[in-house]
């Protein structure tokens, strides 16, 4: 309950968040540029490609490649922070299933601090036991020697 004023703080910073990125995939070019993408969930997304050089390289391990992948990713993150998004979004690397490891899929997500499944069956319950003691508040005191 006593933490409401920083989820409802943080739903806010939510929309806030969905509004400037929905407006930056209409109007930026810095957006297409970079070649992301935006799924429902408002999750940014962009495939990285690892070119030739790369993939055929016997100096460079399999293992290594992720590494090559966050050097690529450096001017979105630093789009991300010219608009000030580097502190509200987490970032994750998979390769691309079917590619053996040729590709990798780069998501930028939203972290939600405050907000969890638990906070939210815990809040729900909260609600629902007070609702219950205001509604049946005759019932109980029947039953308990409340004075």
Do not use: C, H
């Not at 929905?22 to 690892?50: G, H, Q």
């Not at 907000?115 to 319950?125: A, N, Q, T």
Request: aromatic share 14%.
């Amino acid at each position: 309950m006593f933490k409401l004023p920083r989820v409802l703080k943080e739903i806010s910073l939510y929309r806030e968040y969905t509004k400037q990125i929905k407006a930056e995939e209409l109007n930026s070019p810095l957006w297409s540029r970079r070649n992301l993408r935006r799924d429902y969930l408002n999750r940014m997304y962009t495939v990285i490609n690892l070119p030739p050089e790369v993939l055929m390289s016997n100096d460079l391990p399999k293992e290594a490649r992720p590494s090559f992948v966050l050097n690529e990713i450096k001017p979105i993150n630093e789009y991300l922070k010219s608009l000030n998004l580097e502190e509200l979004l987490t970032v994750w690397i998979e390769p691309v299933k079917g590619t053996n490891e040729e590709s990798y899929l780069v998501v930028y997500q939203f972290v939600f601090r405050e907000i969890s499944w638990l906070w939210i069956f815990r809040f729900i319950f909260e609600i629902s036991l007070i609702s219950f003691i205001i509604y049946k508040w005759e019932w109980i005191s029947n039953i308990l020697p409340i004075q």
